[in-house]
């Protein structure tokens, strides 16, 4: 992970839940420099009037008609582009929104729906709380007994009118499937989703191929999950489970020469099944940060457990970046065995550079790509590790800086429908803005250099920002003393760790 130490400095917000800063009716951000997400990257001298949460003028400042007794803002010359999204994150404490406020974060997409996000996202859409916009997915779906424990589960086939139903009225709009589901029972809640008019965002089962997921509906393949299966060449051993243990022989081969990775994994099908996904309005959301990080060693790990950010990890879930018991290598879905260094080297080479041409080559096919990091699993910190994220599409998936701001920005609302309400800095759009001191377009990891944070139309400066991780971390740190003397932590929310302990 590339670390920016004037972007770690201690940042805290406004107190979550409690009383807003008070704004003025109108907010005037001025000489700042302008990157919309409009056109195709251009950039331009300007300011943007801002009211009761939206935008309602972008342009030079002699062309605004400024309101009498408007706050005016003086952005410095920064860059001033749209809030960004995490299109696949877990709220895992109220304090996990503070830090996605804290780095530019303003929508987020929560994968693992309960009553108490329902209740968050109905308090921010109230205005009562100050926190990122949240869309939520259902509980996990699974079968039973379910691959994490507190997920929802179905078993029967028939009853998945009812059940999908149900959800609907629950208030969440697309479904968490998960790793276990049977195919029939896929098969059912596929076509109870389409009458009711919801999504399928989770996991693509293993029981189900990739091709046929994206034909039956599923709107989005988190984690790439199910693509190596679906285009592995047909006389090579490999299993559906995410990373196999057949990957690591596979491997093997093909660094000894024996195959390519064009071999192993056929080309011409992945660029047929991001023809389908295309075809069907199947977005990826490959989670490159996670995918690389589940293939980690035990020193690797222990290198993490090093990081700056540590004590901004939730304590519940912090305990699960590195094993309990230091003499053991950590279990994952990876593998189950120990490997050699050499065997850990080639596996990171396959989740970074073979899965970023992967994602290269569903962009080139024209398939929506969104970024996400899986926040809390281990290695991917609430907020920061997006920044990191779009990093991996340009240095991994090939894409320019431009493009891999969009897969944060305009590529969410463009999934979502709601071109024009989000993403873009343009008359009658949600103003969430970041303020960047340096350009993003001439270097993507640009986007840490936070100066300050607008969410639904309230200012966050440097010294609101520089309270935000400050909380966090006096927070945690209390959480974490509790926590050792045998007492509960205070905050937590479930959330599902694909490196199980």
Do not use: C
């Amino acid at each position: 992970m590339r670390i920016d130490v004037k972007f770690l400095a201690p940042l805290l917000l406004v107190t979550l839940g409690g009383v807003h800063q008070t704004i003025s009716a109108a907010t005037l951000v001025e000489n700042v420099r302008i990157i919309p997400m409009t056109g195709k990257g251009e950039v331009f001298d300007g300011a943007v009037l801002v009211d009761d949460g939206r935008i309602m003028a972008v342009g030079p400042l002699a062309s605004i008609s400024v309101p009498a007794g408007v706050d005016r803002i003086d952005g410095g010359g920064g860059y001033l582009i749209p809030g960004l999204t995490d299109m696949h994150n877990h709220i895992d404490s109220p304090e996990s929104l503070k830090l996605q406020l804290a780095y530019g974060v303003t929508t987020i997409r929560n994968m693992w729906g309960t009553d108490e996000i329902l209740a968050q996202r109905a308090a921010e859409q109230a205005g009562e709380l100050l926190a990122p916009d949240i869309e939520t997915v259902s509980p996990i779906i699974d079968d039973a007994p379910p691959y994490h424990p507190g997920s929802i589960t179905i078993t029967d086939p028939a009853a998945a009118d009812d059940f999908v139903r149900d959800l609907k009225e629950q208030g969440y709009t697309a479904l968490k499937t998960y790793e276990l589901i049977q195919e029939d029972v896929y098969l059912a809640l596929a076509k109870a989703a389409d009458h009711y008019g919801m999504t399928i965002e989770g996991h693509i089962p293993v029981a189900v191929d990739a091709f046929d997921a994206v034909l039956l509906g599923h709107d989005t393949v988190e984690h790439s999950l199910r693509v190596a299966a679906s285009i592995v060449a047909p006389d090579i051993p490999f299993s559906s489970a995410f990373r196999p243990p057949e990957l690591v022989r596979l491997i093997e081969r093909i660094d000894g020469g024996e195959l390519r990775y064009e071999d192993a994994f056929r080309r011409d099908m992945l660029r047929a099944l991001a023809g389908l996904m295309v075809e069907n309005g199947t977005a990826l959301v490959p989670t490159m940060g996670v995918y690389e990080v589940l293939s980690y060693s035990r020193s690797d790990r222990e290198a993490m457990a090093q990081h700056p950010l540590i004590d901004y990890v939730n304590p519940m879930y912090r305990v699960n970046w590195l094993p309990a018991d230091p003499g053991k290598e950590p279990a994952t879905q990876s593998r189950q065995v120990p490997l050699s260094d050499q065997e850990v080297s080639s596996i990171q080479y396959f989740a970074s550079t073979e899965h970023g041409k992967w994602v290269a080559i569903m962009h080139e096919e024209g398939v929506l790509i969104l970024a996400g990091v899986d926040a809390p699993n281990p290695g991917m910190f609430q907020g920061f590790s997006l920044h990191d994220e779009l990093d991996h599409m340009v240095s991994w998936a090939g894409m320019s800086n431009y493009e891999a701001l969009k897969t944060a920005t305009v590529n969410p609302a463009i999934y979502w429908k709601i071109e024009g309400q989000r993403g873009i800095i343009a008359p009658g759009a949600e103003a969430d803005l970041v303020l960047l001191a340096k350009n993003p377009l001439d270097d993507i990891t640009n986007t840490k250099s936070i100066q300050a944070v607008m969410a639904d139309g309230q200012w966050l400066d440097r010294e609101h920002l520089d309270m935000l991780l400050k909380e966090v971390h006096d927070s945690y740190a209390a959480q974490a003393k509790t926590m050792e003397e045998g007492g509960e932590p205070a905050v937590g929310f479930p959330v599902h760790l694909h490196d199980k302990q």
